[in-house]
C-alpha cells in the first residue's frame, strides 16, 4: 500500500493549486486594490466612500432586508413543502412528479424565472387582474421596481434549495424517536417541537444559509425585476467594474459585500454551534 | 505440513504495544482460534496476516513464501469480517462472485462458482436476492460462501458469529467445523468465547497483553493452563497455594496451582474422605443451582472455593455450616513459576 | 388530522407558486401576438422558427453546453480526490482546506467573477473559453465536494478491505466498490455543478463577448431591453430541456431522495 503522506500529497495537490491560481490569488488582487488609489498607494479613502455615504448604506440595508426576509419566507414555506413531500405523499409517482417540480426551475435560469415574474406582475399582468378580478384591489399594485416585486421573485427562486435540504434532514429521522415521544404523552405539536424540529434543526440551517447566502449576493433578479429603482449592493459592485472601470472602488464594494455575507454566516453558524451545545448541556 | 507461519511479529501503534514477538506455526487443515478479552492484540494479529496492517517488524510466510510486503489482494487467503461486509449494491451472487471475478475467471466461470459455493452454505435459492434484505445468519453463511469461493489455503474469521443469537451460534458453530472438515481449509478463528473455541478448535492460542500465553488443544488448554490468566480466563478456577514436590498445601508461600470447581468435593464430615485425598476445613456461603448443577461457594483460610456437583448437595451442607473441602491431588495443575 | 390539511393546502399552493412562471413563460411563447401575452392569444409555433433559425441562439447554446459539460468534469476531477482527502485522512489544516474548497458557495459571484477579471486581465485569461471555464470550475467544484463528502462513511473501510481480500487491487476497490457507494453524491453532485454552470449569469457577464456568448447571458441582455415572444420561446426551450434533463436522470438513477424509505 502507498504510504499515507504520499497519498494525501497525491489527493491533494490538484486541488490545491486550482484554488489558490484561481481563487484565492483572484481574491488577494482585490483585497489590495480595495486599499490603493488608482496610482497604486495606499490609502483607505476607498472604504471611507461605501461607509461614510447614507445612499451606499441604504443599499446595504435594502440588500440585507431583501437577503434576511427571503430567508424566513424560504423556510417557512419551504418546511411545509418538505413535510408534505417527506411524510404525507405516499404515492411515489406522485412525489416523483412534485420532486421534478421542484427542481425544474433549478434547471432553469434566474432569468428565465425572473422572466416569468416580469410578465406576471406586470401591471396588467396575471397577479393584477386576479386580485382585481376577485374585487380584492382597484387599482393595479405596483409589483416590479418595487422590494416586493424582487421579494416575489427571489423566494421563487431559492425555495427549492430549502426544501431540498429540509426535505433530506427530514427524510433522515427515525419515526421511533417520534413514536417514543407520542408513546410517553407528548401530542403532535410537542412531537413535533421537542423531537423532529431539533433533529432537522442542521437542515434547516444549512438550507437558510444556503438561501441567505445566494440572496445577499443575487445579482440578476434584482437587476431584472428592480426595473432600475430599486439597488441592490451586487448590482453596485457590478457597474463599477462593467461600467465605471473603478477597479479600486470597485473592490472595496466587493470587500464590504465579502465581509458581511462572511459576517451573518459566521454568525448563523455560531448560533447553531450554540444551539447544539445547549442541547449537549440539557 | 506448516501452512502460515508467524515469526517474531510485533506491532506498536504509538506508544502502546499491540503485538509482543508474536511466533506462531500453523499446520494444514488445522482449525486454530486466537482467543482472548478485547485489547489482547487478537484482532491486529489477524489484520497483519490478511494485510490490512503491516507489522512493525517480524514476518508473515504462507506456504514457506514471505508475504509481509504483499498487499491483501495478493495474498493466498480470506476473511470473514465481524460484521460480514457484504457488498450492499450487488446481490447475494455478484457478492460470492467477486472474488473469482478479480482472480480473471469469466462472467459465467464466476456465477457458476457462486452458485456452488452457495450451496454449501445451502443458500442457492437466494442468489439473486439483496443481501440487505437478509437475517443476520444468512448474511453470515453469504459472507462466508463469498470467502469460500476461491478456496484460500488459509480462511480468517473475525468473530463472525459475534452479531448472531445463542441458538444460531450454536448450529454455525458445528456447521462451520462440518464445513472446515469437508474443505480441508485452514481456519484461523478470532474469538473472545471461550465456549466457541472450545468447541470447534483443534488447538488455542490464548492471547492477552499482545502475548500469547499459551497455545495447545482445547482439552490441555483447560487442564493444564500454563499461566494463572488462561487458567483465569478459560472456564472457572479455585487457586490454591502448593508445595512444589508433593502438592501439599499451605497457607502461603507456596507455588500456584489450579483446582477446577468439579475436581472440589465437600463433606459433611472428615470420615467421608477418600483415602489420599487432601483436605481443608471451610464455611459454606452460598448454594445456587443451575439446571442439574449445584455450586458451593465456600471461604477457607481465607481464601474463596467454588466446588461444582451434578448431584444433589447432601443433606447436612447447608448455608452457614462447616464442612470439610477435599480434592484428589492429582487433578490439581500446579502452574509454571 | 387538520394540521396535516393545512400542511397538504400550503405545500399545494407552494408548488402551484413554483410552476406558474414556468407556465407563464410556455404559455406566453405560444401567442399569435407580437408582444408577450398571457394567457396566449391564439397558438402559434412561428416564434420557435424565428429562434431557431437565428444562429446566434444555436451557438449560444453550444457554447453554453461545452462550458458546462467541462467545468463539471474538471470540478469532479478536483473534488473526488479532496473528498476523499477530507473523509478518510487526518492532517493539519483540514478544517481550512474544507472551508477553503467549499467557500464559492457562499462568496457572491459577482465578487469572484470581479476578480478573476482583474486577476485574469494581468494574466492574459480574460474574454476567452479558458476565461470562463477557470471560473465555473471555481463555482461548481464545491458544489460536487459537497455532495461527496456525506457519502463516505466508515462502515465503507470494513467493504474496501472485502474487496481487497478477495483479490481486488487498489484500483478495481475503487471502481466496483468505492465509487458505486458514493455514486448518489456524485451524480447529485454532477447534476448541480452541470446546471450551476449552465445557467450562471454572474461570473460569465466579465468574460463574454458578442462572439463568445452563453445563453443566459444572452438572454439577460436581451430582457433589460425588450420583452417579446421569442424570448418566451427559448426561455421555453430551455425548460423543456431541463424537464427532459431531470426525467432522464431520474429514469437512470431514481430521484426518489425525499422518501424515508
New interface residues.
Partial sequence: ?LGSRSTLLWLLSLPVIVFTAFFLMPLAVVLISSFTTGEGDFTLMQYGKVLLDSYHWQVIITTFRIAILSTLICVLLGYPLAWYLVRIVKWRTWRRACVILLILPLFTSNIVRSFGWMVLLGRSGLVNDALRGAGLIDRPIKFLGTETGILIGMVYILLPFAVLTIGNALAKVDPALEQASRDLGADPARTFFSVTLPLTMHGVLAGGIIVFSMAISAYVTPALLSGGKVTVLAMLAFQQYSTVFDFNFGGALSITLLVFTMALIGLATWLSRLGTAAEKAA | MTVLAISNVSKSFGAYRALDNISLDIQEGEFISLLGPSGCGKTTLLRII???L?AGSGKILIDGDDVSAL????RP???V?Q?Y?????MTVQQNVA??PR??GASKAEADRRALEALEMVGLAHLAPRSPRAMSGGQQQRVALA??IV?KPKLLLLDEPLSALDLQLRKRMQIELKQLQGRLGITFIFVTHDQDEAMAMSDRIAVMSNGRIEQIDEAEHVYRRPNTRFVADFIGESNFLSVVPDGGRLVAEGGQDAVLRPENLRVFASAEELPSGWQSLPATVKAITYVGGTSNIYLTAQGRELHARRYSPVPEGITEGSTVIAGFDPAELHVLRA | MTMRMVIRVIALLTLGYLLLPLAVVIGGSLTRTKFLAFPPQGVTLEWYQVILNDPTYIKSFGISAILALAATTISIVIALPAAIAIARHEFRGKAALSALLLSPLVLPHIVIGAALLQYGASIGLVRNFAALLVGHVVIVTPFVLRSLLPQFSP?QL??E??????????W??FS??TV??I?AGLVSGAIFAFITSFINVELSIFNTTSDLNTIPVQLFNYVQYSVDPSIAAVASLTILAAAAAIILIDWLIGLDFLSDK
Fill in positions: 500500500m | 490478511a494485510g490490512f503491516t498487499p491483501p489482494n495478493r487467503l480470506n476473511t469480517f460484521n461486509a457484504l457488498f450492499p449494491h467477486y472474488g478479480r482472480a463469498r470467502a476461491n | 462502515e470494513s467493504l478491505e472485502a474487496s481487497r481480500d478477495l483479490g481486488a487491487g487498489a478495481s476497490t466496483h466498490v458505486p457507494q455514486r
